[in-house]
């Protein structure tokens, strides 16, 4: 049984700081579904939610919001608000309330003594208190990698199960704050086993439309690939997550009490009834059944929870001796409005694309978050890249000194998820501590990586003489341990692949010399690249490395290779060509007189791209009303509907070798870029755009979006093709809604759609396809046929009054922020489809998952003697398809492991690779015999076979079906994944001998 199901009957068992206790078991738990009041058909039944909204950073960092600081800031104190509602809850039996943030709800538990302890969990067993989501935090569904999003669910439920137990699962989703929902978001709760979704916002056009029509519930059909698995029924809230104006009761309000004082001058009972249920009857017109559902809290509310229920309380009383024949009114969970719902047994529209992008008015379109602090972004992007190496390496490695550091690393990424945290829409000092507390868990991280691959290598050897250091500015080309000494780089691939991969170490200007450890015989073609000026003069950089050597790294599947490099003489040439070009066997590349670069596909004759800069003026308002709205955090609005150019960037240098080309560009004193190709066909099928682009410069009191433009002679008749959180692709066009008609005043940001991995577009008539994979997510659009536009950095100088309160002006080091990053660019027939595609799923992973290089400084050979039997090592027995990736290897409790492995086509995407495909998984990883192996949700908190999801009747009579039941346990160890399906593994190891 997972974790500790088994003990649960006799008792009940929670970690604080590292230790178990036990507490007594507690009573036969009522919760969930089984805890409802009774609704009934003939009324219209009223249920009242109470609810919080704790953001995990926002005006105030997590510590701040927690225990209540800076309240000049925000009136906010998350600790007062769980201590104030369980008292609140003790005190009349009548009374819900519903959480949803883990981060806050585990701060606070720890802290408590085992009495309160014990009452929270009765409480959550009597379904009173009711665990929603269950992540982390409650997360961005924009700009969020569904890596991280399937890690930050799973982390969350494990806390959660392991505190609470059976009741604290959670089975809804509760996505009321964030700008924009993704459909990756509904399949993956799909995949969680969840039985509904709860969103606030989505675009004013759209609900609109929907309350008119009474489709503001529907059955939103999650993907395409995985059928009607993947419908979830989906719940807009009336009034974003607010009360009925008017009825808001916590201390941080101004509504009028309840006052039931008949004597009274202030009496009010009889027009507070009557306007409430004013309300209530305008809502329920908008709905299919006789229940609504209203949302009676807001953003940290019930920091003194006695004021909300008190009169709650009242109201509840008087509307029930008033109105009894009428309405049914009572407090109530979202599960218990859900199951309302499906007892009225109706049909219910359908929903198949997205809800980006999200507007709230005619000129405020939430997509400048898409790439709102890039660096954070790219930062958060690296986080989840070293966290599934520190997962893998420590179950290779049997690694058993993590846990501790492992649980904070996996909780600073948690947060990282959060609605204003990757999304940039936080204050400055937030998004300071948001990358304190990744730095700290990264650092810690590669520790962990470090000792664990020493374990790997040299076994229980203790080889204390052995350092291995991470270089952790490698995006600013410094590392302090390559370029004064020697080295040994050990790259260990986290990817499920062998990579042909090329390694970039910062060195000093001379002539090197590269080893392959593995075999000193075989010649390792190395090349040395300056180090662009632009680039080295960083503002905060600090690094002796002019150069770059580079070389082309084989490394096995989930494994690792070692190389040695060896500075041989002080002197070397820079090599800058006289040719104008650089060329291998798929593209030619040059700068046209323009200053614009220009690729050519060498075997698609008639398929050329157009790469260059261009700019936004930021509009500058008062933001009072719509049309005065302010460029900011959270809203793109330009200036016009054209993007500015540069003057014509003629200032390049051609850089030509062995192993790479590259032109340098310089486009002005903040915009340069070093556009790369491999000489080796199979080693990369892109051309790598590494741009660098700040401090932007606002002298002139204007704030700029920067983008990038890749214009190509494809005709793509208005429509391009977006990702959806790193997963499936869907179709966008231009100045369309899939389901309303749109009236767009807002021509270009109203456009703009997240970009968290790909985009691309095609030309059917010719057969041809042009896509560009981002190290981060970013916004971004096609604004005219055959053009891909990317935003890759802004800086504002106005508010857009939203709520955080201050412009999106980042500076560091005294100086406007500098973002560096890369595009990949990809193109070619339609006519291979299996290879096109295959190219652009791998380059993908490799821009998610990327090999990490560890480094040991030697002055001499005697001190890395150990090495010196090193062979490239590989965590896999067997390989996988080469349409399979293993999406997480992690280890669990009592010696568990969670195995994930997914299918990474979609339906019809590739000829053969689209098909169903089937894997071993007895003997996959290296040196392992599995001994236990059973198949769990997304979450790995419930067994799949266990889970019994409600049925929903669309409006075409078709029944979303249960998941399929599998056995106990799978004997045969074969398993089929079929397109776009990840399934989820827990398994136990035979023991090492």
Known sequence: MLWCEFFLPFLFLFSYGGAFRILPAPSSPKCGYSSCAAVDPSKLNIHLVAHTHDDVGWLKTVDQYFFGSRSKTQVAGVQYILDSVVQALVANPERKFMYVETAFLWKWWVRQDMKTQQIVKNL????????????????????????????????????????????????????????????????????????????????????????????????????????????????????????????????????????????????????????????????????????????????????????????????????????????????????????????????????????????????????????????????????????????????????????????????????????????????????????????????????????????????????????????????????????????????????????????????????????????????????????????????????????????????????????????????????????????????????????????????????????????YEGQVGNNEIPKNRSSGAYIFRPIGMFARGFMNPTDYKVYKGDVVQEIHQTVNSWISQVVRIYNQKRNEENVEFDWLVGPIPVEDKVGKEIVTKYSSNLSSKGEFFTDSNGREMLKRQRNIRPTWNLMLEEPVSGNYYPVTTKIALEDEDRYQRLSVITDRAQGGTSMKDGEIELMVHRRLLHDDAFGVGEALDETAFGHGLVARGSHYLLGGSTKDLDKLILNEKISTLKSVLRPWTLVTPFKDDSEITQFSYQTPVSGLNNSLPVNVHLLTLEPWIYDTVILRLEHIFEKDEAKTLSKSVNVNLQGLLANRRILTVREATLGANKWLQEVNRMQWKADSNEIVEQFEELPYNITQYNVTLNPMEIRTYIISFMPQE
């Not at 709760?189 to 056009?205: E, N, P, S």
Request: with cysteine.
């Open 124 to 615: 959550i067993n009597e379904g009173r208190l009711e665990i929603i989501g269950g992540g982390w935090s409650m997360n961005d569904e924009a700009v969020t990698h569904y890596h991280s999003l399937v890690d930050q669910y799973t982390w969350g439920f494990r806390r959660l199960y392991d505190t609470f137990g059976t009741c604290a699962k959670p089975h809804i989703g509760w996505q009321i704050d964030p700008f924009g929902h993704s459909r990756e978001q509904a399949s993956l709760f799909t995949q969680l086993g969840f039985d509904g979704l709860f969103l606030g916002r989505i675009d004013y056009q759209d609900k609109r439309q929907r309350i008119e029509d009474k489709s503001m519930e529907f059955i939103w059909k999650g993907s395409p690939n995985l059928g009607s698995n993947a419908d979830l029924f989906t719940v807009v809230l009336y009034n974003t997550y607010s009360p009925p104006p008017g009825f808001c009761f916590d201390v941080l309000c101004r509504d009028d009490p309840i006052n039931d004082d008949v004597e009274s001058a202030d009496y009010n009972v009889p027009e507070k009834v009557e306007k409430f249920l004013a309300y209530a009857r305008t809502q329920a017109s908008h709905y299919k059944t006789n229940n609504i559902i209203l949302t009676m809290g807001e953003d940290f509310n019930y920091q003194q929870a006695e004021m909300w229920y008190t009169n709650m309380d009242r109201l509840i009383r008087y509307v029930r001796e008033l109105n009894s024949t009428e309405v049914n009114i009572f407090y109530s969970t979202p599960s218990c409005y859900l199951k309302a719902v499906n007892d009225a047994n109706l049909q219910w529209p359908t929903k198949e694309d997205d809800f980006f992008p999200y507007a709230s008015d005619p000129h405020s379109y939430w997509t400048g978050y898409f790439s709102s602090r890039p660096t954070i972004k790219y930062f958060e992007r690296m986080g989840n890249n070293l966290l599934q190496i520190n997962k893998q390496l420590v179950v290779l490695a049997n690694f058993t000194e993590h846990d501790v550091h492992l649980e904070h690393f996996r909780e600073a990424m948690g947060i990282m998820q959060h609605h204003d945290a990757v999304t940039g829409t936080e204050k400055q000092l937030v998004a300071d501590d948001y990358a304190r507390i990744l730095y700290k868990n990264m650092e810690q991280g590669t520790e962990t990586v470090a000792a664990a691959l020493k374990k790997w290598t040299f076994g229980n050897s203790n080889v204390t003489t052995t350092k291995m250091f991470s270089c952790m500015e490698l995006n600013i080309s410094s590392c302090p341990y390559t370029e004064e000494q020697n080295s040994i780089l050990t790259i260990y691939n986290p990817l499920s692949f062998q990579i042909d991969t090329p390694i970039r170490v910062p060195v000093q200007q001379g002539t090197y010399k590269v080893e392959d450890l593995s075999d000193s015989a075989k010649k390792v073609v190395s090349q040395l690249v300056p180090i662009p000026n632009s680039v080295q003069q960083i503002p905060g950089r600090v690094s002796k490395a002019t150069h770059e050597l580079v070389f082309m790294a084989k490394v096995p599947a989930l494994g690792y290779q070692s190389y040695k490099v060896i500075k041989t003489s002080d002197t070397y040439e820079n090599i800058v060509t006289s040719t104008d070009s650089i060329q291998n066997e798929l593209y030619e590349i040059y700068v046209n007189n323009d200053g614009k670069v220009v690729v050519n596909y060498k075997q698609e004759k008639d398929m050329s791209v157009v790469q260059s800069f261009h700019y």
